[in-house]
Nanobody
Protein backbone atom coordinates (compact mmCIF):
# COMPACT_ATOMS: atom_id res chain seq x y z
CA UNK A 1 0.00 0.00 0.00
CA UNK A 2 1.42 3.32 -1.10
CA UNK A 3 1.48 5.89 1.63
CA UNK A 4 2.82 9.41 2.09
CA UNK A 5 2.85 10.80 5.61
CA UNK A 6 3.68 14.39 6.46
CA UNK A 7 4.95 15.54 9.84
CA UNK A 8 6.53 18.56 11.45
CA UNK A 9 3.69 21.04 11.27
CA UNK A 10 2.70 23.25 14.15
CA UNK A 11 2.23 26.76 15.45
CA UNK A 12 5.04 29.26 15.02
CA UNK A 13 5.40 33.01 15.28
CA UNK A 14 6.05 35.12 12.22
CA UNK A 15 9.72 35.07 11.38
CA UNK A 16 10.16 31.60 12.79
CA UNK A 17 11.06 28.32 11.15
CA UNK A 18 9.65 24.84 10.71
CA UNK A 19 10.87 21.75 8.97
CA UNK A 20 8.31 19.46 7.40
CA UNK A 21 9.02 15.84 6.55
CA UNK A 22 7.31 13.48 4.15
CA UNK A 23 7.79 9.76 4.65
CA UNK A 24 6.99 7.56 1.67
CA UNK A 25 6.27 3.86 1.95
CA UNK A 26 4.83 1.03 -0.08
CA UNK A 27 7.26 1.29 -2.96
CA UNK A 28 10.60 2.75 -3.94
CA UNK A 29 10.04 6.49 -4.40
CA UNK A 30 13.64 7.26 -5.28
CA UNK A 31 12.61 7.59 -8.95
CA UNK A 32 9.52 9.66 -8.31
CA UNK A 33 9.37 13.40 -8.66
CA UNK A 34 7.97 14.87 -5.48
CA UNK A 35 6.40 18.12 -4.42
CA UNK A 36 4.88 20.16 -1.64
CA UNK A 37 1.52 21.85 -2.01
CA UNK A 38 -0.52 23.82 0.49
CA UNK A 39 -4.12 24.76 0.98
CA UNK A 40 -5.38 27.60 3.11
CA UNK A 41 -9.00 27.77 4.33
CA UNK A 42 -11.30 28.83 1.52
CA UNK A 43 -8.56 28.69 -1.07
CA UNK A 44 -7.49 26.25 -3.73
CA UNK A 45 -4.53 23.96 -3.28
CA UNK A 46 -1.40 25.71 -4.50
CA UNK A 47 2.08 24.66 -5.50
CA UNK A 48 4.91 25.31 -3.05
CA UNK A 49 7.94 23.41 -4.34
CA UNK A 50 9.06 20.33 -6.23
CA UNK A 51 12.19 18.24 -6.56
CA UNK A 52 13.22 16.02 -9.46
CA UNK A 53 14.40 12.53 -8.68
CA UNK A 54 16.90 12.44 -11.54
CA UNK A 55 19.10 15.41 -10.69
CA UNK A 56 17.66 16.93 -7.53
CA UNK A 57 16.68 20.13 -9.31
CA UNK A 58 14.17 22.13 -7.33
CA UNK A 59 11.33 24.44 -8.29
CA UNK A 60 9.68 27.00 -6.05
CA UNK A 61 6.69 29.23 -6.13
CA UNK A 62 7.70 32.88 -6.11
CA UNK A 63 5.99 33.39 -2.75
CA UNK A 64 8.42 31.03 -0.98
CA UNK A 65 11.56 31.42 -3.05
CA UNK A 66 14.52 32.31 -0.86
CA UNK A 67 12.71 31.26 2.32
CA UNK A 68 11.92 27.58 1.73
CA UNK A 69 14.37 24.84 0.82
CA UNK A 70 13.23 21.43 -0.38
CA UNK A 71 15.43 18.36 -0.23
CA UNK A 72 15.08 14.61 -0.31
CA UNK A 73 16.81 11.45 0.79
CA UNK A 74 16.08 8.80 -1.84
CA UNK A 75 17.63 6.01 0.18
CA UNK A 76 15.25 6.71 3.04
CA UNK A 77 12.21 7.58 0.91
CA UNK A 78 12.03 10.95 2.62
CA UNK A 79 11.42 14.50 1.44
CA UNK A 80 11.80 17.66 3.50
CA UNK A 81 11.06 21.34 3.32
CA UNK A 82 12.89 23.77 5.55
CA UNK A 83 10.70 26.84 5.98
CA UNK A 84 12.35 30.00 7.27
CA UNK A 85 11.12 33.55 7.77
CA UNK A 86 7.58 32.28 7.98
CA UNK A 87 4.75 34.71 7.39
CA UNK A 88 1.09 34.58 8.45
CA UNK A 89 0.17 34.05 4.81
CA UNK A 90 2.10 30.75 4.91
CA UNK A 91 -0.62 29.37 7.17
CA UNK A 92 -2.13 26.33 5.47
CA UNK A 93 -2.31 22.57 5.42
CA UNK A 94 0.82 21.32 3.68
CA UNK A 95 0.68 18.21 1.53
CA UNK A 96 3.41 16.14 -0.03
CA UNK A 97 2.83 14.50 -3.38
CA UNK A 98 4.61 12.09 -5.71
CA UNK A 99 4.51 11.57 -9.46
CA UNK A 100 5.82 8.79 -11.67
CA UNK A 101 6.06 11.15 -14.63
CA UNK A 102 5.76 14.90 -15.03
CA UNK A 103 4.39 15.87 -18.43
CA UNK A 104 5.77 18.88 -20.27
CA UNK A 105 7.97 19.75 -17.32
CA UNK A 106 4.99 21.19 -15.50
CA UNK A 107 5.90 20.50 -11.90
CA UNK A 108 3.47 23.15 -10.72
CA UNK A 109 0.21 21.38 -11.50
CA UNK A 110 -1.40 19.26 -8.82
CA UNK A 111 -2.92 17.03 -11.50
CA UNK A 112 0.54 15.70 -12.33
CA UNK A 113 0.85 13.93 -9.00
CA UNK A 114 -0.80 10.55 -8.35
CA UNK A 115 0.03 10.08 -4.69
CA UNK A 116 -0.83 12.43 -1.85
CA UNK A 117 -0.42 12.57 1.88
CA UNK A 118 -3.09 13.63 4.35
CA UNK A 119 -1.41 16.91 5.15
CA UNK A 120 0.04 18.66 8.17
CA UNK A 121 -1.16 21.98 9.56
CA UNK A 122 1.18 24.94 9.65
CA UNK A 123 -0.05 28.01 11.50
CA UNK A 124 1.98 31.21 11.58
CA UNK A 125 0.86 33.83 14.08
CA UNK A 126 1.51 37.51 13.62
Amino acid sequence: QVQLVESGGGLVQAGGSLRLSCAASGRDFSRYDMAWFRQAPGKEREFVSAIKWSDGRTYYDESVKGRFTTSRDGAKNMMYVQMNSLKPEDTAVYFCAAATWIYSGNYYAAQQYEYWGQGTQVTVSS
